[in-house]
């Protein structure tokens, strides 16, 4: 087969995917206290605009391939300050809470089951493990009760899913549902794609970002035995995520037939610029992936540092829109309580 010249070699689906011990063992080495990592990116903790917080209760959790992508002795690179702790998490704030969307509170009846969540009409979404490769520091999901949620098999859900036909995708969420091994992944696409009325199936993951070693042989295998179309959401904030091993992962995953998408979060001192934005979105062509959504942050305590007002947000996609044609221009989302769908904010 002759490769066309335009696709840079590293793209190439000959690289293939990585051995399969690798990723496990990437995960146990990634940085998990604060020192740890200032310490491989060369950061002085007196360079820090805020102190750090040595003792965060949503742990610091970075792999190192993932350090290796901020800028060396850079306190503000913007890598660094999507995982750093710092105090002004602390912040406390009446308009900032602890699940400002009110998912889990059993009046809203969003649960299906403990690991089951319906919002949307046709689509589930289901809670596959709590735990990430990376540890963002906005994350909506950091005061989420996953031990109250945290499933037991899938059982349950899955009589639930089966039960319902107008049901016919499956979001496997988590945490990450790419934690998962091989075996459990298999085990429970296969468990979903025997329900009839699922036509797809859709993965929320930000581990071919963080964490590309995963993208295995055997994590190929398993999505392309699958009945059900498959589509991968990844999760990319800023260009200089991306770097030849992502390429190589998206390429593993394209290979496999899915379809990549990516959803990002506007942040205030990381990405709500046009330049950035605009940037990622080409890069992430690049690599084969296609902006879905650009999501405003929610009113989550301890992230409010990083909000973006609905006004300036509409201002800086307004701009982006200028510069990039249709197809690279992310969705401008914001989840609003009680509503049937995100809320295109445009
Ligand atoms: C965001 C979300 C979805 C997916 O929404 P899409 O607009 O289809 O991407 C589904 N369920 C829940 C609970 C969500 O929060
Ligand atoms: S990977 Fe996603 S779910 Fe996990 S901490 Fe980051 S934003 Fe939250």
Not at 80 to 101: I, M, Y
Not at 108 to 133: D, E, H, N, W
Request: hydrophobic share 40%; net charge neutral.
């Amino acid at each position: 087969m002759i490769t066309p010249n335009h696709i840079p070699a590293h793209l190439s689906p000959d690289v293939g995917p990585w051995p399969d011990e690798l990723w496990s063992k990437e995960l146990a080495g990634a940085a998990r206290d604060v020192k740890t990592l200032l310490n491989a990116v060369q950061v002085h903790p007196q360079n820090l605009q805020y102190p750090a917080d040595t003792s965060a209760k949503f742990q610091l959790l970075v792999p190192r391939g993932f350090i290796a992508r901020m800028r060396k002795g850079d306190a503000d690179d913007p890598l660094l300050k999507q995982v750093l702790p710092t105090l002004e998490e602390r912040k406390a704030s009446n308009e900032f809470t602890r699940d400002p969307l009110a998912e889990t509170d059993p009046a809203q009846g969003f649960m299906k089951t403990p690991s089951l969540l319906q919002k949307y009409q046709g689509r589930v979404l289901l809670i596959t493990t709590p735990g990430c490769a990376i540890n963002c520091r906005y994350c909506f999901r950091r005061e989420f009760p996953y031990t109250q949620h945290r499933p037991k098999g899938h059982q349950e859900a899955l009589a639930s899913i089966a039960a319902d036909p107008s049901i016919d995708e499956v979001i496997l969420s988590g945490g990450d549902p790419l934690l998962l091994s091989d075996k459990q992944l298999s085990q429970l696409l296969n468990a979903i794609e025997s329900i009839p009325h699922i036509q797809r199936i859709r993965i929320h993951s930000r581990i071919p970002i963080v964490l590309p070693e995963r993208i295995t042989r055997g994590l190929m295998d398993a999505l392309e035995r699958c009945r059900c179309q498959m589509v991968l959401v990844a999760h990319t904030n800023h260009p200089q995520e991306l770097n030849d091993a992502t390429a190589r992962a998206l390429a593993c995953l394209k290979h496999s037939q899915i379809t990549l998408l990516n959803q990002s979060v506007l942040l205030r001192g990381i990405n709500a610029d046009v330049t950035t934005l605009a940037e990622l979105s080409k890069k992430l062509f690049a690599q084969g992936v296609l902006p879905y959504y650009l999501h405003l942050t929610d009113h989550v305590a301890g992230t409010e540092h990083f909000f973006i007002g609905d006004d300036e947000a509409r201002e800086i996609y307004a701009q982006l829109q200028r510069l990039l044609p249709g197809y690279l221009l992310p969705k401008l989302v914001r989840e609003q309580p009680g509503q049937a769908s995100k809320t295109l904010m445009y």
